[in-house]
């Protein structure tokens, strides 16, 4: 049964290769993403090292002068697709959007050079001054004042891109008169129930005409931008990201660099205390703007153990959250706390549990020993898959499958837990 379920994994990423990249679903999203091509190529190297390899180094092509790796590549124009190509950059058709993702691509690389051979520690070395390049680009132009943590200028920029950790900051974002002259295609692909409203649709798009009219220049965008958040989500995986890349660093021997990223690592650890936010004892997402705390438990707030910062304390209180949350609902993790006023079962990142999101989180656990609950998570990523299909998110009461279909982040999930697990159980009873 698990075996047939690999196999289907294997089949959807195929499927949805497109000649050397790998859309996330076809239709819904048709070009390469930043993210989910780093877990896609972690779930090709469970089969195809030479194919995985060649998804993250075409991801890298796009890597900008100044260091900054985007969120979306356009290999090809395609008109179902929106904001495409001439919406980013005046006069141009860009070849990619003008902001960033989550930077997981230094912990999928050292985990392929772990799990590897001499063809990968080659790879991953060829790949070594990018990741640097990268990472500078995070800490010059997301945290130019060197505090210690980066700070995202659009919601799209966390990855996940409708939370409400983004409502506090979206509500100050100002909808120019006559805005709202465009035409949305997800919608044509998927329910609006399950997507973002058009309201918050039209604050996407004016954040990025503010950026397409100032250039996405880095400075401004920071200190005058409609849009500037604290995400936990970025910063933990951007933490995590500095301390596999040290360990790239002290494998290729590269003695000259060890000193900087240490440096790096220090200052992130210092820094992730900005974001506790001691009223609801996790850490949360903070508008920089309106200067306010969102009080939501997310699945970004777990990502602290993902991570290894944090106090003691803060820990014990994160993996309590998790406890409870997960005995809330029938399969966890649920982006946003179901007691939350803001979850909801079905939308986009206000409730649904998504497979990328488990994998970091049970990582995190399993590296506190917390076992048991890293397997329960696990499980349930497997049981959502069986019970929803591949789906790219899931409701956490019902199990049901939602968005994108055919999803390559999911399947590649699926292949990774197969692969880090020998005895996977794979069955539908709760
Ligand atoms: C959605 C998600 C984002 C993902 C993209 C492609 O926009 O919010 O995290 O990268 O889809 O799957």
């Known amino acids: 049964m698990i075996e047939e379920k690999f196999q289907n994994a294997v089949e959807i990423i195929t499927k949805n290769d497109r000649g050397g990249y790998t859309v996330p679903t076809s239709k819904l999203y048709p070009h390469q993403w930043n993210w989910d091509s780093a877990f896609t190529a972690l779930g090709i190297s469970t089969y195809n090292k030479t194919r995985a390899w060649q998804e993250l180094i075409l991801l890298i092509k796009a890597q900008w002068k100044n260091?900054?790796?985007p969120h979306i590549i356009f290999h090809k124009n395609d008109p179902n697709y929106f904001p495409g190509p001439n919406h980013w950059q005046i006069k141009s058709n860009a070849n990619t959007s003008c902001h960033s993702q989550p930077p997981v691509?230094?912990?999928i690389i050292w985990d392929m050079v772990k799990n590897g051979n001499n063809y990968d520690l080659k790879k991953g070395q060829s790949l070594f001054n990018s990741l640097m390049a990268y990472h500078e680009w995070f800490f010059s132009a997301r945290d130019p004042n060197n505090e210690g943590f980066i700070s995202i200028i659009?919601?799209?920029?966390?990855?996940r891109d409708n939370c409400p950790d983004w409502d506090l900051g979206l509500h100050n974002v100002n909808v120019p008169d006559n805005f709202g002259d465009y035409v949305r295609c997800d919608t044509s692909h998927v329910e609006i129930s399950q997507r973002p409203t058009n309201k918050d649709y039209d604050k996407f798009m004016s954040i990025v005409e503010y950026g397409r009219n100032c250039n996405w220049d880095p400075k401004k965008m920071y200190d005058e931008g409609p849009f500037l958040a604290i995400d936990p989500g970025i910063n933990f995986i951007f933490l995590k990201a500095n301390k596999d890349l040290l360990s790239l660093a002290k494998l290729f021997n590269y003695k000259n660099r060890v000193n900087k990223i240490e440096s790096w690592i220090n200052k992130?650890?210092?820094g992730c205390q900005n974001f506790w936010n001691d009223k609801v004892k996790a850490f949360t997402a903070f508008d920089m703007?309106?200067?306010q705390f969102c009080d939501a438990i997310t699945n970004a707030s777990m990502l602290c153990l993902y991570a290894s910062t944090g106090s003691d304390k803060q820990k014990n209180y994160t993996i309590k959250h998790c406890e409870r949350i997960l005995n809330s609902c029938v399969y966890g993790m649920p982006s946003v706390d179901p007691k939350h006023k803001k979850f909801e079962s079905e939308r986009y990142w206000r409730g649904p549990v998504w497979s990328i999101m488990n994998y970091m989180i049970?990582?995190?656990l399993e590296h506190e020993g917390e076992y048991s609950l890293a397997k329960r998570i696990k499980?349930?990523?497997?049981k959502l898959i069986e019970v929803g299909g591949m789906y790219e998110y899931f409701n956490p009461h019902t199990g049901k499958g939602l968005g994108g279909h055919d999803f390559?982040?999911?399947a590649a999930i699926l292949l990774v837990f197969g692969r880090d697990s020998s005895n996977l159980k794979f069955t539908t009873n709760k």
């Open 67 to 69: 260091g900054m790796i």
């Open 105 to 107: 691509l230094a912990s």
């Open 154 to 159: 659009h919601p799209w920029e966390s990855g």
């Open 268 to 270: 992130l650890e210092d």
């Open 289 to 291: 703007r309106s200067n």
């Open 362 to 364: 049970s990582h995190g």
């Open 379 to 382: 499980d349930d990523t497997i």
């Open 408 to 410: 390559s982040w999911t």
